[in-house]
């Protein structure tokens, strides 16, 4: 069921939860060479941890959107070599 869900928010339309993004972060890493995927699991928890504090709901669904763009273009990115 996660999975259906991670899909649905996997075209940043839909509203997802800090909490769902950040599982699906690191799912995301898991697709990457293991050398990146350290590197970006770690990217990950430091951006959660520095931004778990956040209560603007605007600012917030911005993060998310920003951050599901980013992640299909790392993942984008390793997948094309």
Avoid: N
């Avoid at 940043?12 to 350290?38: I, Q």
């Amino acid at each position: 069921m996660i999975g259906r869900i991670i899909r649905q928010f996997s075209d940043s339309k839909a509203v997802m939860t800090s909490r769902l993004l950040y599982k699906f972060l690191l799912r995301e890493c898991e697709k990457l060479p293991p050398d990146a995927c350290k590197h970006y699991k770690f990217a990950v928890k430091q951006s959660y941890k520095q931004h778990k504090t956040e209560s603007d709901p605007e600012r917030i669904k911005d993060i998310i959107q920003k951050s599901v763009e980013d992640a299909k273009w790392i993942v984008a990115k390793y997948t094309k070599k």
